[in-house]
């Protein structure tokens, strides 16, 4: 299906993009788009170039932002970018199993599931490891985890700290594997190879001619999963607390051309 959204000829400014993070920059954490919210990112296609990355795999990107959602963005960023669209059609895709071989990869997955069989939680459903092409997606709670268990753990993780603590153990085991840890959303974290966070997408945009990148994000802290792309010197960082205020810095940034 091809995108009913004019592209091309209305925007002006061809060396500019506004790149987008998914959770709770687009959409509340792990829900759908909501209207006001498409119809805002409709408008700004209009206007501009418009690109989305994101940590989750298409499948997920899909369930968030609609079916057709890879045709409407110039750019479209999945797993950080590992595997990647633009205009609609495959760009590039690389894989984690590739950089870390089947024996590093089983040393990896096999610490993790024994260090969650020792700690304690609230409660603990299923699915903690989730593979994906280019990263490990890990859940200590489990992502089959219901909606208010997934918020009762976040508020249990600020005050505990799970995640950091379990990050803070990979990294201590596996030094030498050249792996990022990076927490972002309610429940989990990704790892995958040094260098493969958000900036992973930036080269394809450079190559093609832009200067001035736009990324809007919420997990803008260190060891969030926006940080390194919006601490990049190639970037121009807004730090955003949710949809809502995702739409005003936007347009704020086009109140000034």
Request: glycine share 8%.
């Amino acid at each position: 299906m091809e995108s009913k959204y004019n592209l091309s000829s209305s925007r002006p400014r061809k060396d500019r993009i506004f790149l987008f993070d998914v959770d709770g920059t687009l959409t509340v954490a792990r829900k759908e788009i909501d209207e006001e919210m498409k119809k805002f990112m409709e408008d700004l296609r209009s206007k501009a170039y418009v690109g989305v990355v994101g940590g989750s795999d298409l499948s997920k990107q899909l369930e968030q932002l609609g079916n057709n959602c890879v045709n409407e963005y110039d750019y479209f960023f999945t797993q950080n970018g590992l595997v990647s669209f633009k205009h609609g059609k495959p760009l590039a895709e690389t894989s984690i199993v590739k950089f870390l071989g089947e024996e590093k990869l089983q040393r990896l997955i096999n610490f993790i599931l024994g260090y969650l069989s020792k700690i304690s939680l609230p409660c603990k459903r299923g699915t903690f490891i989730e593979f994906r092409k280019g990263m490990l997606n890990v859940s200590p709670i489990g992502r089959n985890c219901s909606r208010p268990e997934r918020n009762a753990f976040e508020e249990y993780d600020k005050k505990t700290g799970v995640r950091k603590t379990m990050v803070e153990a990979l990294q201590k085991e596996f030094a030498d594997f050249k792996l990022t840890y990076s927490i972002g959303g309610q429940i989990s974290f990704d790892v995958f190879p040094e260098g493969w966070d958000k900036t992973y997408c930036l080269p394809f945009l450079e190559k093609d001619g832009y200067k001035e990148i736009h990324f809007f994000g919420d997990k803008t802290y260190k060891g969030g999963n926006d940080y390194e792309i919006y601490t990049d010197s190639r970037t121009v960082g807004h730090s955003v607390k949710n949809p809502a205020d995702t739409r005003t810095q936007v347009s704020a940034v086009l109140s000034k051309d």
